[in-house]
């Protein structure tokens, strides 16, 4: 049963840093591309960061380019998401997910999602 588990996200001033991590199971994270997302308050979910299958190459929105590094560890079957001088607009629900086939039904399951706030 595919599963992501993320974790991390806390109320942070501007700035300031978080690490985002995204446990996953029930598939091979090298199989497949990841992806992170993101969903503010009111907003649709956006694409934040999305590293190919092969951990190689990383595209970032631009918003987010130069202030976030993606990373995995395949062993251990997590990606991070290294966040640095957050802004107020980096606030919402953070979630990882692999980029199934879309006839795939295991592209419907999410996990929960961590929670970032950038206030002060």
């Known amino acids: 049963q595919v599963q992501y588990v993320e974790s991390g996200g806390r109320l942070v001033q501007p700035g300031g840093s978080l690490r985002l991590s995204c446990a996953a199971s029930g598939f091979t994270i090298t199989n497949y591309a990841m992806t992170w997302y993101r969903q503010a308050p009111g907003k649709e979910r956006e694409i934040v960061a999305v590293m190919s299958r092969a951990g190689d190459n990383v595209v970032y929105r631009d918003t987010v380019k130069g202030r976030f590094i993606m990373s995995r560890d395949s062993a251990n079957a997590t990606v991070y998401l290294q966040m640095n001088s957050l802004k107020p607009e980096d606030t919402g629900v953070y979630y990882c997910?692999?980029?199934?086939?879309?006839?795939?039904?295991?592209?419907?399951?999410w996990g929960q999602g961590t929670q970032v706030t950038v206030s002060s």
């Open positions: 997910k692999a980029a199934w086939p879309k006839t795939d039904e295991r592209g419907n399951i």
